[in-house]
């Protein structure tokens, strides 16, 4: 099954422009709907039978999930859907413009009981802010949950936030058939809904991390030696930090080591990527250090931060000297 752009219901979010113009890509115009959390599917599929001519754009994080729910949407024959593996605030901030999304749905999301985990649960009021930058005015957040504490945390970083104002009204049936509000109320739990509506307020403004014309690197003079003494390094760039992990060498004989590769992670606040910087003899005297390019990262401040880090770490560590830097 495939759509008039090309592709089929399961898209790679990173291979998509910043952001998609979701018109051009379904080949029809109509209300974009995006979901949170699909599951395997089962709400997905009878909200895009029930309206065809809306578009449903689909986020799920677990691979089992996305597997089952692509089964579903293939076997159901709907051409309106599409799936993308990938956490909601990244996929809301890289693929939909401002303005562009008519209602957000967030099925049963996981609510992170303890209170010392609050801080992962979705709805906090930077996703609010989030989504009602993507939100047209008058578009809906639209939340379904089972657990009585995070309706009450999300209708306050909902309130704080400014941007909405809340009804209760009757949920739709297939809210309450997804795979999860089965299982709560055959155990007899309390399921609520609770809509968000925009606001005229403007949202503040959250731009997409652009795609560089050059990939951050730094040039060093002189050669890599054979091995260093390394360390793990926690060091805050930007809005988030850098972690440098470790080190490992490739050697080129023995006049020394050819390439060196650094295990890194870059965490910010609605981010978290493991990268590999490369320290690299790309010349006799010369080093570059740069990303690998396997994972195709997002190239933010804090990734930035990484070359920056392993280029500072090379120059103190070593008798290499910087020369040039471009981060």
Request: hydrophobic letters at 40%; glycine letters at 8%; aromatic letters at 8%.
């Amino acid at each position: 099954m495939t759509n008039e752009a090309g592709a089929g219901p399961l898209l790679r979010w990173r291979t998509l422009p910043y952001p998609t113009d979701w018109s051009d890509h379904f080949g029809a115009e109509g209300p974009l709907v995006v979901e949170v959390g699909f599951g395997d599917g089962r709400f997905t599929v009878r909200r895009a039978l029930a309206e065809p001519n809306s578009r449903f754009v689909g986020l799920e994080v677990s691979s089992g999930s996305l597997q089952r729910a692509l089964r579903r949407v293939k076997r159901s024959g709907v051409q309106n859907v599409r799936l993308i593996k990938s956490g909601a605030q990244v996929a809301l901030r890289q693929l939909f413009a401002p303005g562009s999304v008519d209602v957000v749905v967030v099925n049963f999301p996981c609510p992170w009981p303890k209170e010392k985990h609050a801080r992962h649960r979705l709805l906090q009021r930077s996703f609010f802010a989030l989504a009602g930058s993507r939100l047209k005015p008058g578009g809906e957040l639209r939340l379904a949950t089972d657990h009585p504490e995070y309706l009450e945390f999300a209708l306050a970083e909902a309130e704080a936030s400014g941007l909405y104002a809340a009804t209760r009204p009757e949920a739709p049936a297939d809210v309450f058939e997804t795979k999860y509000a089965l299982k709560w109320r055959d155990q007899g739990k309390p399921l609520h809904y609770v809509v968000f509506r925009r606001n005229d307020r403007p949202a503040p403004t959250t731009p997409t991390w652009e795609r560089p014309e050059t990939m951050p690197h730094a040039l060093l003079r002189g050669r890599l030696p054979q091995g260093a003494t390394f360390e793990k390094v926690v060091l805050p760039y930007g809005d988030g930090h850098v972690i440098l992990h470790e080190l490992a060498t490739v050697l080129a004989g023995e006049e020394g080591a050819g390439r060196w590769l650094i295990r890194s992670t870059v965490d910010e606040p609605d981010l978290r990527q493991q990268l590999l910087v490369v320290a690299q003899q790309r010349a006799a005297d010369e080093v570059i250090v740069r990303l690998e390019t396997f994972g195709d990262p997002l190239i933010t401040p804090t990734t930035r931060g990484a070359v920056k880090a392993v280029t500072d770490w090379l120059e103190t560590s070593t008798d290499l000297e910087v020369a040039a830097r471009n981060y």
